[in-house]
């Protein structure tokens, strides 16, 4: 990772965070959104707001599930001191893009967006620093680890068609860093396209734009299954 030099020191200082907490956590199935479930003793969203503020983003806007406002004001209230421009909670969408989008609009001015998913407690500051460090040359630049298994592509008939090279293939994570302006055009695709989207460099990419990888590693995981939940409360406890 690049250290910090005083152009990323300047896109730091003028960033704002996304954190999309909004979702239900349908596969994890505690019975309470995803990112307010409890893992090492606090609620899954709070690891990730320390390492954003360790990293030196100034602001930060949570997209919070409908109608979970109130109390998820309360779980994030110690948090609101970290962020010397602010931590605003936002509504989320039915859709992870449409909660980019909400969070987005509650920090127009903001020259570069680092889109981060609650659910990966374990994204360490440096990684938001260097997304960011590395929009110098590109319009999005993401977190990714490097493929580890070897990759194949099989039809419908489960016969495999062919094997990719795994030396150019990508494990796409958050944070993805975008320059504000690309991220605002490329959330304006139609909501089919919205829809679709698992992540929102795919928006970026898809509208031509130059989307840089940043490698990290395969420990900053996304919590989906009953599994991984276990998985991080024995890395976290
Ligand atoms: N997310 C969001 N708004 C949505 C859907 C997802 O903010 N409408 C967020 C989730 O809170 C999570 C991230 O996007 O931090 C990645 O999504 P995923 O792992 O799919 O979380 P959930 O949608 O909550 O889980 P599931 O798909 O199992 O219901
Ligand atoms: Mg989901």
Known sequence: MRPPDRASERLTSTAAAIVVAAGSGERLGAGRPKAFVVVGGRP????????????GIPRTVVAVPPGHG???EEALAAHADH?????ALVE?????SESVRNGLAAAPDAEAVLVHDAARPFAPSELFSATLAA????????????????????GADGIVVRTLDRDRLWAIQTPQAFRATVLHRALEAGADVLAQATDDAWLVERAGGIVR????SPANFKVTTPH???VAESLLC
Not at 44 to 55: H, K, P
Not at 213 to 216: L, R
């Open 135 to 154: 929009l110098h040359d590109a319009d999005a630049a993401i977190a990714a680890a490097r493929a580890t298994d070897t990759i194949k592509e099989a």
């Open 44 to 55: 899954m969203v709070a690891w990730s707001l320390d390492a954003i503020a360790a990293a």
């Open 213 to 216: 990888v940043v490698e990290s």
């Open 92 to 96: 989320g969408g039915a859709t992870r």
């Open 83 to 87: 962020f010397p421009l602010g931590l």
């Open 228 to 230: 991984d939940l276990q």
């Open 70 to 72: 109130a109390a998820a």
